[in-house]
């Protein structure tokens, strides 16, 4: 039998809370406020990533988070580390990704007394978080781990903060140790008030703690859309002619369900659009799955299922959905599923089981749809026809649509792909196939640059066998570029392609027609690969279509060797998204 080691201090608290929850990674930039929670998390085995920002391993954990349904966990050091992450924890809130971030603290003693970083840190951080929890006594550190976890997990799933002072942190002999010697060996009045004051304080830190035990992880149901709910969805979508299915990211909040929710989809036969985390949910090329023209699918659809998917500017505001059509949408959230427009049917529970659910109602109905699914395909190939007449080559370097088509033959068909940028990265949504269920990652609905670095360190330690290529704009690339040196550090193999079109092209394509001046927009063709070469991982350069084979090679065999790779393709400019909108 496996001995648990005895509890050390109070760092070694959260990490034995961590392991009952089978945390395998946490992300982390180190400080003196958080060092016993990561000495005791690898101590008990857990894998200790050290990045360069702390936004990226706020990134990572959603990433984590998102690909195993397990909460992912960063811990950062109080004041500047903590504030640091606070774009990515939005970014998490927005996603409805479970995270749960360690943040350290002053000791209690001496909060606001001036002490080093000491903040207030909760009025920064709560409005980002479904829980911040400060703690306050030792024997409340692992219980606090198994909140966290269930709240994070719980209901609408989002992102937890636990503040742990240092003072909770490190062993009772040394703690005490420090506050008999803060509280001198004076005989004043003033000492001896001073010393019973900070005993008592000492006290009721510690008090308890000895027969405190590590929370076990707790069961969190899944929430359950009503009978009646999923009864007259199915009825809905039999009487419809025109039904269509738009499922987004919440639909697979709990990953591991993704292959069950794959075949009930499938087995469905509706029509389908796939956005964000569900991308990739039917595999690569599946004959329900519609990619172009949804609108237009919309506007024609009689019965529309929004299944993990709000009525926000990315459906305008639901006016993408025919007044007449029966509206039914399946959220975790009420306040999502009512989103600017009341659906006619709304299922309040997880989109995914509510999916599932369907299968069997709407089976014994007997219903198919062909010929809608024949028109929609229709228009889906004079797309593709479209779009292949704009991959021919226009300028001096590479047409983006004819690189990402290149890519799309060349990816494994373990490729995990993350998605950070503007233009390029639209493109590829376009033009690359998610070959699997979670196979995509961007950034969601917050719409942050800078997601990429941190979210393919988290792909890559939870899926090994996978090849993480991270799909990059230029200017995206900046903000982690830095992470390459993790990479290297931590031999973890990711392929970023950066769409080098020497700019922040979605912004100053509105910007130069609006406002006739293409100021703040524009970047050089900086050698990207060769900051990444820098780091130690392998840098390669594209120039032209000619090169683009050999160099896919080249960056696939070194991955697959352990090595890191960036590709700095260069783009000519083209008008493949003119007309789309980035506000
Ligand atoms: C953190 C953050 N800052 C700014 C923006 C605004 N923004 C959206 S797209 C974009 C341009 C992205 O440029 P790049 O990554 O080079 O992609 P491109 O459009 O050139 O393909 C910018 C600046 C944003 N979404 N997020
Ligand atoms: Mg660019």
Aim: aromatic content about 6%; some cysteine.
């Amino acid at each position: 039998m496996k001995m648990e080691p005895l509890i050390s201090h109070g760092g070694d608290r959260v990490a034995a809370a961590l392991t009952a929850q089978g945390v395998r990674f946490v992300f982390t930039l180190c400080g003196g406020h958080i060092s016993p929670i990561l000495t005791a998390s690898k101590a008990r085995g857990i894998r200790i990533i050290d990045v360069r920002d702390e936004a990226t391993a706020v990134f990572a954990a959603d990433a984590v988070a998102r690909l195993t349904g397990v909460p992912g966990v960063a811990a950062v050091t109080a004041g500047p580390g903590l504030t640091n992450t606070i774009t990515a924890l939005k970014n998490a809130q927005q996603a409805q990704s479970p995270v749960v971030l360690f943040a350290g603290a002053a000791p209690t003693a001496l909060q606001g007394r001036g002490a080093l970083q000491d903040i207030d840190q909760r009025p920064l951080v709560a409005p980002h978080v479904k829980l911040y929890r400060k703690i306050r006594r030792v024997r409340d550190l692992g219980p606090a781990v198994g909140e966290a976890f269930a709240v994070a997990r719980a209901g609408v799933p989002g992102p937890v903060c636990i503040e742990c002072p240092v003072d909770l942190l490190y062993d009772e002999t040394s703690i005490r140790q420090w506050y008999a010697e803060a509280a001198g060996k004076g005989s004043g009045i003033a000492d001896r008030l001073l010393r019973y004051y900070l005993n008592r304080h000492v006290e009721k830190m510690f008090a308890g703690s000895a027969g405190a035990t590590p929370a076990a992880a707790r069961e969190v149901p899944p929430p359950a859309a009503s009978d009646a709910s999923v009864a007259s969805a199915a009825a809905a979508l039999a009487a419809a002619e025109r039904p269509l299915l738009v499922i987004g990211s919440q639909a697979l909040s709990i990953a591991p369900e993704a292959a069950r929710i794959a075949a009930a989809v499938a087995q469905l036969g509706v029509p389908v659009y796939l956005s964000g985390m569900a991308r990739g949910l039917l595999g690569r090329d599946h004959p329900l799955q519609m990619r172009h023209q949804r609108r237009s699918a919309l506007r024609e659809s009689d019965c529309v299922v929004l299944a993990g998917v709000p009525c926000d500017f990315r459906l305008d505001y639901g006016r993408h959905v025919r007044r007449s059509a029966k509206l039914i949408a399946a959220n975790r959230s009420a306040a999502d599923a009512r989103l600017n427009r009341r659906p006619d049917i709304a299922a309040i529970g997880d989109a995914g089981l509510f999916l599932e659910r369907l299968v069997a109602p709407l089976a014994q109905t007997g219903r198919r749809w062909t010929s809608w699914i024949e028109e929609l395909r229709t228009r889906e190939l004079t797309r593709e026809a479209e779009i292949e007449e704009q991959a021919r080559p226009q300028g001096k370097f590479l047409n983006p649509v004819a690189f990402l088509r290149a890519l799309e033959r060349t990816a494994g068909e373990n490729a995990l792909l993350v998605a950070d940028g503007g233009d390029f990265v639209a493109t590829a949504s376009y033009i690359l196939h998610p070959r699997t269920p979670l196979s995509w990652l961007d950034p969601g609905v917050f719409g942050t640059l800078g997601v990429g670095a941190g979210f393919a360190l988290g792909a890559a330690l939870c899926h090994p066998e996978s090849e993480v290529w991270i799909i990059y704009g230029d200017g995206a690339c900046g903000y982690g570029l830095i992470e390459f040196d993790t990479y290297v550090r931590h031999g973890i193999p990711v392929i970023a392609v950066v769409g080098n079109d020497a700019g922040w092209t979605q912004i100053a394509r509105e910007q130069v027609k609006m406002l006739h001046d293409d100021v703040a927009t524009v970047l050089a063709r900086t050698a990207y690969h060769e900051v990444a070469a820098g780091f130690g991982a392998e840098g390669i350069l594209v120039k032209s279509a000619a090169e683009v084979p050999a160099a896919l090679a080249r960056a696939r065999a070194a991955a697959k060797a352990g090595k890191p790779v960036l590709v700095n393709v260069w783009l000519d400019k083209t008008d493949f998204r003119d007309g789309s909108i980035s506000m």
